[in-house]
């Protein structure tokens, strides 16, 4: 993981890094159409040159509580599992390289969190958080349901 690019994005507050090989580009959000019984994760769905991406809100994804926090007008685009998905997230930072191997979270941020991050991670930008897509991606509801199966 050292000297990996990293996307560093702001989401509820807190540093976060998606590896920059999983961001294929940042684009600004435009009309987002809503999904008529989609997750609550879920925001819509929007179009990049004629192809659809579903629009995730992350905050949402991650199974926080609603709040009033400002997203960017911009999204990241990621592909996953073949689909493409922007991600709105609070802000988008910066590109930067990882210091180190990503790191046990110290004192953990919460269940929510631990879910989707694989853990801390040094970058030349400072700490983040070391997102696991596939994990934010399926939401909160697919947690819960692992759960209740076991």
Partial sequence: MTGDLLVIVQIAGRRCALSALDVKSVIEVGTVAPIPRAPAWIAGITALRSQALTVIDCRRAIGLADCDWPTDHRAAVVAEGGHSYALLVDGIEDITTAADAAGQIPGGF???????A???IETMAG????IDLPALISGPETARHDSEAA
Wanted: proline letters at 14%; zero cysteines; charged letters at 15%.
């Fill in 110 to 116: 919460g269940p929510e969190w631990s879910r989707i």
């Fill in 118 to 120: 694989t853990g801390m």
């Fill in 127 to 130: 700490p983040a958080l070391l």
